[in-house]
Every structure is written in C-alpha cells, then in structure tokens.
C-alpha cells in the first residue's frame, strides 16, 4: 500500500476502505467534520520526533538542551506538547512570546532570538525574565543593558555568530554566510567585538554564542563545519578575552523529507556527528565541553503536518496538463512560491487506487499558486480531498489572508480522537479590525 501512495509519514496509513487516517483518524471525516482548509497535527510523530531529537543527543552528548523552534508551528497547543516532552523554546518577537507564555511555558524555558529587536520586546524580555536573550547587534546590547540595568536585572546572553558557513538550501533560508543580516560575522573580527561588548556590559553575562546556518539542510557537512569554526571561535575569544564560552547553540537546520525521493540525514546519524564534532573540536583547543544547544523546528513539527483541501475545479488545457484546484493555496501555504518548495499529496479518499494520471494542483488565489507541479495521482473529481503533506512547518505560522481568505482551521490528532487547537477564521475576523472613517459613511 505504500508503494501506491509514494510515502506515508507518522501514523499515516490506508484503511479497509482506501481512505487516508492520520492518528486514527479517517482524513475525509475529519474535513467534513471541520471542513476545509484544514491543518492536521500527527501528535504521536511530533512527540516521537521530540523525544527522538531529546534522546538522540542526551545519549551522545549528555550536556544538551534541546529548544523546540516556535516560529515553526507557533500554536499554544504545540508548544505544549514540545515542552511536555522536556524540551525548551525558542521565540523571535513579542508575539511568539506572548504564545509561549499564554501556553504556560516558563519564561527561564524561552530563549529570546531576532535580529531587530523593539526597545518594547526587550523590555518584555527583562520583565518576563527569558532565560536567554540572543543578542544580534551592538545597538541591541547597549539598549538590553540599559533595560537590565533599569531593572536591576542580570539578563543571561548568547551572541549570534555568523560562522561563514554556506548550506546548500535555497538562497533565501542560507543563514551562516558572512553577507548576512543575521549575527555578527566571525572573519574580521566583528563577532569577537561584539562578545567583548556584551562581556563588558556590568548587567549582562555572556553564557555562550550562537548560529543557525540555515534551513531544510539534507546533508551533515555544513553542521560539522559550523561547529569546528563556533570552537574555534570561542578558544580565540578564552585566548583574547579571558572568557569561557559556556553554551555553544548550534540552532536548528537539519531536513525533512517532501517527497518520497527525499533522504534526510537520520537523527541519529546527525547527533553523532555533531557529539563527534563538539568533542574533537574541543579537544583541539583544549575547552572544556560545553553545553549544547540546539534549535530544530522543521525536523520536529514538519512531518507531523498534513493538509487536507477539497478539490473544486478539475480543468484540462488539451495537450498542456491538467489543474486539480483546491479550496487553499498561496495563503495557507506560501513555500512553492517562496522557495520553490516541492510537495507530495494523497488523494485521501482514493489512498490506494493506481496512480494513472500526472496533475499540477493549484489554489484558488489571483495569482499562478501551484501548490504541486507533477503530482502521480489517480483520476481526481471534484469533491476529492487531497492531502498534502510534510505542512507542519512554515505554513500556519507563514499563512496570510491574501484574497482574504480566512486561515485554516488546525486540528490536533492522536489515537482516532481530534482536537480543535486552532478555529478557524471567521469573517467577522477579517473585517474586525477595519475601520469607516465617518466622512467614508453615506
Ligand atoms: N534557530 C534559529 C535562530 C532560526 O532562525 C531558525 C529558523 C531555527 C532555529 C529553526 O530552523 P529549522 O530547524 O526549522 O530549520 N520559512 C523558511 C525557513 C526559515 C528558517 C528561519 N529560521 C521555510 O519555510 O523554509
């Protein structure tokens, strides 16, 4: 059965009757039952990744602490469950923030990250008392010591560091080079600066330094790479500065598979690698091993999402190809158009039937949103739900109203029972904020 499909990720499976179940769940009741649009959450493969990430690590390299990356899949419900499964959090605005906070995630948990931080977030930070601020900028630690010092707080800091590592990954989610907004470059001497800066500060302490290379990185190399240049780093910051770099934090990065032709490093394979790393590295330079850090987002939530759509328009342009339409797209999924993005669908209520023909899913936008160029898939009618998968990561938290469309709906699923975790939008929503001025009132 799954030679027919191509793939099926987490708890998918087909069953008795061809249709498409996701946690026990039959994929066409549960978008009869919260209609389309819909995100589904696979609870057991995002658990299962989390405590796979967490195990992987404790076992090779017992001093680690691994942060689950909210940007990812920004839902109080799933930040929930990542912290349940003993890992922390990583935010980036005020507004990821307020959502771990408003999930019950304490705030030492949260590390604090952003390249632009308001004089407002940062003092939010200090207030909640985040456990880690990531500084990116020498503006952003004169005022985050300034905000401290009014509180007479000692703020905990990691410096982002742009090692100058390229990742093979498309050009927009590369992070590590040295031409990069992100962090403080290490070649001329600029991160070094910036640590000197932060260490100098009376109310901050520098506990380590921090990168993120990139991200949907399929091979191991690049992250071997940053981590010899991040200790190399920081024995020539023991060497200048006299300052031990406590927590190295590696971010995230590492790859999921779209399509079933995809092969990601395993968790395992990359754990070891990097424990392996770490540990020669320092070595080399005689550090003590640091704590690690690390921040995977995609790897954990990506494949733990799937989105169902119901198929409108089913319309042939005679010896082009033929469009299968859905009742989403660009909105709720921006990464085709982004990043050329690939993904791979199952016709949920036809899971097994031979895969005959060759479509090109769209959506329904005022604008060209393929969602899926060459989709393998059996004779699809309107009414059809297709499920797309590999949704978990960047598509809610990156979904706009574009052609106001409402957002999608999320539901959370496990062991044949769904939960509701994120409605739907409403149009009252839409318009909610819109305001008539009264000289535009007849
Ligand atoms: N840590 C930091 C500091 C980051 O900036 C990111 C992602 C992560 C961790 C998590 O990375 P992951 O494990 O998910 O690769 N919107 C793009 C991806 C942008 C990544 C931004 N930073 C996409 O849809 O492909």
Redesign the pocket.
Known sequence: MDKVQGMLLGTQTVNGNGVLEIGGCDAVALAQEFGTPLYVVDEQCLRENCRAYREAFATRYPHSHISF?G??LTTMAVFKIAHQEGLGL?V?SEGELHTALRAGIPARDIVF?GNNKSRREIERAVIEGVGRV?VDSLDEIEALQEVAAAHDATVDVLVRVAPGVAADT?T??Q?GRVDTK?GFPIVGGAAKEAVAAAHAAPNLKVRGI?C?I????MDITPFVQAVRLMVEFAAELRNSLDLVIEELDL????GVRYLPEDRPPSIVEYAQAIADAMRASCEKYDLPLPRLIQ?????LAGEAGITLYTVGVVKTVPGIRTYVVVDGGLSDNP?PA??D?RYHAIVANKARAPRTTTVTVAGKHCETDTLIQDLQAPEIAPGDILAVQTTG??NYS?ASNYNRLTRPAMVLVANGRADLIVERESLEDLTRLDRLPPRLRD
């Open positions: 990356s940007k990812v990583d980036s990250h990531g498309h927009h989610i992070t992100f921090n993120h990139g991200s949907q990185i971010g995230g990065g590492l921040e995977p987002g995609r790897r990464r982004l990043y993005a990561a960047y990156m």
